[in-house]
């Protein structure tokens, strides 16, 4: 995710606090009840214990004029323990029906997005399952926490950490990533763009049908589906994946900025190992929701952003897409990675400034300014997550990067992401990770940068530099 001018925001201090979510402390005491949450920090109810899902098969038809929604949503998944009873996350259109095998199912929706599904049949551990939920109900215009509806009359789905509970039900925690088959029906004049390889674009009568296939696992936030009147760029990359891109009738001028993809995907691809995916794009949308996000394949961008914007959501295909945040505390793996790579690597290697200046002025400028270093970026608390990760995210890594030198730092990421692979990671393992690559104690940098709520000391700010100017 990268926020519409968080640089003011930043600097004038004007984040917003938000309370933390209360813990959940009633575990469940029926073993044969799945957990309604998996306990995340900062949102325990997230995701559901009990089962583990491979697959999404979502049908939706949406009609633009009246948001009138449709759904089918049909999940794959394996129980891990026995089943009397189990919970799904969705907070989309009223249910129609659930079965659980193809039997009817019992069903109650409680909370914000809980929904307790009571199959005729316990499930038997080990074994596979299909559970399928029929829904139909106005969408709901959330602006950027699900449902946004765009100026042309078409709609989008868009947020972090929630927003695929507005339109299908699934189990919503990075934890349990899935492959991912998207089928929509339209009126025929309005186009669909989702995640992954379109498998299907043909009109049936007066409706266009089509679908969408990941291929590769998906974490729930970063699915996404778009409708509205949109034209298409087609590119390819030398290797020959093909590349789809969307752009929403008032957002045509980004097209320029689009067509360095195959060039933003090569730099990305040389500094963190293989693009993971097999079809990449991006999503211009001419509705202003506030930020762009790293939605699979194809980032959703907001209008007049800048190429540093894109090199920031193509980095999150690594960071964030390909290997995940264990917990929502992690996020600087997301976040500073993404930034360090848009803010400083980018301009570095692609346009040869001097970031090292870039750094030293940023530190002379932030050094005195206690809100600058006031959240953490190891744990930053419950709503601060989209924060300091973008203005402190950088400089603990172009530092870490001085202190351990080039010839460790950039095998060490690479190799971090692999060990990774379409998975989950989080900070103390990646601290122990770099630590593992390098002969210098790591405990006091790491703990200055990450966990601390004031400007490290100078031996951390300024490792490695043999001098330090004007400072
Ligand atoms: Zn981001």
Known sequence: MRLSGWMCAAVAGALVAVSPTPANADAPIDPLVGAPGLGD?????????????????????????THWLTGTTKISATATQGLARFNLDFAGPQLRMVTVNQLPAAFE????????????????????????????????NTEGEGWTFAPSGGAFVAGEPHSATSWYPLNDTPLDKATFALHATVPAEWEVVSNGVRTE????????AVSWVSTKPVVGYL???????????EQRRANGTPLVSAFAPDAQEQRETEQRLPEILDFIESLYGPYPFDT????????????????????????????QTVVHEIAHQWWGDWVSVRHWSDICLNECFASYTADYLWPERMAGRNVDDDYRETIRRSRDNAKFWSIPLENPGAGNEFTSVYYRGPLFLHALRKQIGDAVFFPAVRDFLAAHAY????????????????????VGFFDAWLNRTELPPEEYLFPGWSASPGL
């Open 201 to 208: 674009n043909v009109l049936r009568g007066d409706k266009r």
């Open 280 to 307: 990449a794009g991006g999503i211009y949308l001419d509705a202003d929701i506030g930020f762009s996000l790293e939605t699979q394949t194809r980032p959703l961008y907001a209008p007049m952003i800048d190429l």
């Open 109 to 140: 929706r409680n909370g914000e997005h809980e929904l307790t599904v009571t199959p005729l049949l316990p499930l038997l551990p080990g074994l596979p399952f299909i559970v399928t939920v029929d829904y139909a109900g106005p969408a709901v």
């Open 423 to 442: 998975g989950n990671a989080s900070m103390p393992e990646f601290r122990a990770f770099v630590q593992s690559r390098s002969p210098m104690n790591l």
């Open 41 to 65: 920090p900062y949102y325990p109810l997230d995701g559901n214990g009990g089962y583990d899902v491979q697959h999404y098969d979502v049908a939706i038809d949406y009609d633009p004029p």
């Open 223 to 233: 699915t996404t589906v778009a409708i509205d009147k949109f034209d298409y760029l």
